[in-house]
């Protein structure tokens, strides 16, 4: 999947909690997001907050899908909550390659 091809079909599920992300989708995505973030605080206080806020949903959205396509369940995303630790296990899951196909 190509970085426009994520940022599309990430935008077109905005709300979709099923279903499998691909690496490249998430990780694509998790370049967007970032690399639009960092752009916007050049400019501005107030437009990074609102871009977050803006992708809040579809970033959750495409995390729980990238958690269910490596067999895991979406809400292991609460381990975002856990400082520094969480993020690791969340980045290291993300990274890992797709399981066969699975429950979800």
Partial sequence: MTFGESIE????KYANFSGRASRSEYWWWALFVSLTFLALG???DIAPVLFALAVLVPSF???TRRLHDIDKSGWFQLLHLAPLIGWAILAFWAAQPSSE???V
Avoid: E, H, T
Avoid at 9 to 12: G, N, Q, Y
């Fill in 9 to 12: 079909v990430c935008l077109s």
């Fill in 42 to 44: 050049i400019f501005s």
């Fill in 61 to 63: 959205a495409v995390g």
């Fill in 101 to 103: 196909p699975n429950r």
